[in-house]
């Protein structure tokens, strides 16, 4: 298999956590991996190949101008990587909207694809997490675009979480058919008109908020404004929730007494609410496979996303999802 | 510049770039129409046109940068060809 490109660059923790990751996924699990960045800040990288761009698109830098501006950028180099033959994927904890224009503009778009899609993992407390999408790719959509994304990412959901027949949920605000705005009315009769059997998914009709840590619906699909909207208040929320609760135990002597006896017990929990075991969020859409990281990736959630690249380029996530749009 | 090009021609590759991009039939696409209004083109899907008409220009062997300070400009498919064709006269 060719190399994963990674963005060695992008991130708060770059390049050294990147670097950590990239030769823990190479080392532990036999992945090969390219690097890309200024080759002299980059350290020991325990032999991995790197390839030299010398710029760094900021985290705050306006994604399209920058990638036309930079054409030495570490991003854009690692999606050039990937279209001229070099890397099979690529992976950036960088400037999100930079990393999805860069895989756009130089990949390009699967044939049949109207727009690219972010498809994030919520993870629930029992069952395969729901997959999210759009997670902010596209801030207003065309209901047409919605039935691309329930396509895609029921191939994802099946391709990434193994969930054989994949429910398809529409994000509103109720669960009946008539509820919600002119755009997911619309978008409700064109998912509802698709053949779902022929997609080996199904569509369940309208999903509410509450469903999406839930184990009623696999793939939520809503506009990126919803989507990022959404995204965003359940990590506000369990962060704050987690926060009161650790504050909590260790309010009295018994309360930190008690926290301690029930540690081991909540640690999976804590492991499989943890975004670092995800990696990051997948681009679909592109001809490429490209995962957004989050800003703030480590060791653990680089080598993660490097391994859940290399998992979908052997899956062939592109060509399966040419197959469902076609 | 070392070749030169009509505007019909200019017309043809932005028409034909932009069905692709948008996934539309290039004859859906009207010189009046705005890449907002009508065509729900977005600012990427602006510059995947700007990327491809210089890149189809280059393989004519002419030698155009869009900058982007003028994309904010371009409204309509007219526009577009309009300023291609000013830049290149």
């Known amino acids: 298999m060719l190399p994963v490109a990674v963005d060695a660059m992008g991130g708060d923790n770059a390049p050294h956590a990147i670097v950590a990751g990239a030769r823990r996924a190479h080392e532990e699990h036999g992945i090969p991996v390219v690097l890309v960045g200024r080759a002299d800040e980059l350290g020991d990288t325990g032999g991995l190949e790197v390839i030299e761009a010398s710029e760094v698109i900021a985290m705050d830098a306006d994604p399209g101008s920058s990638v036309r501006t930079m054409k030495d950028a570490s991003l854009v180099r690692a999606a050039e990587a990937v279209r001229d033959g070099k890397a099979s994927a690529m992976v950036s904890a960088g400037n999100t909207g930079a990393t999805m224009a860069s895989a756009l503009l130089r990949t390009g778009r699967i044939k049949g694809v109207s727009r690219p899609a972010i498809a994030t993992a919520i993870p629930g407390p029992v069952g395969p997490p729901t997959v999210l999408l759009d997670a902010g790719a596209n801030a207003e959509c065309r209901a047409e675009w919605l039935v691309q994304f329930a396509q895609m990412g029921a191939v994802f959901s099946r391709a990434r979480f193994d969930v054989e027949r994949p429910r398809v949920g529409l994000l509103s605000i109720g669960e009946e058919a008539g509820k919600g705005s002119p755009l997911v009315k619309e978008a409700f009769g064109l998912l509802d008109a698709v053949d779902w059997s022929s997609q080996g998914a199904d569509f369940i009709g309208n999903v509410e908020g509450r469903d999406l840590m839930g184990t009623e619906v696999d793939v939520v699909v809503t506009d990126g404004f919803t989507g990022n909207v959404a995204l965003k208040t359940l990590e506000g929320c369990a962060k704050n929730i987690i926060s009161a609760l650790l504050e909590s135990f260790e309010s009295t002597p018994e309360a930190k007494e008690a926290s301690e006896a029930l540690l081991p017990a909540l640690l999976p929990l804590y492991k499989r609410f943890n975004p670092d075991s995800y990696g990051g969020a997948m681009l679909l859409g592109t001809k490429g496979v490209c995962i957004i990281s989050h800003g703030s990736s480590g060791e653990e959630a680089m080598a993660n996303a490097i391994s859940v690249a290399s998992e979908m380029v052997s899956g062939d996530l592109v060509g399966k999802i040419h197959a469902a749009v076609s | ?89």
């Open chain 2, 1 to 89: 510049m070392s070749a030169t090009i009509e505007r019909d021609e200019v017309l043809g590759i932005v028409r034909d770039r932009l069905a692709e991009i948008l996934e539309l039939e290039p004859s859906d696409i009207g010189e009046g129409d705005s890449f907002q209004d009508d065509l729900d083109a977005d600012s990427l899907a602006l510059i995947e046109l700007v990327e491809a008409i210089e890149e189809e220009l280059g393989e004519r062997s002419i030698v155009l940068r869009i900058e982007d300070d003028d994309l904010e400009d371009l409204k309509t498919v007219r526009d577009a060809v309009d300023y291609v064709v000013g830049r290149l006269g």
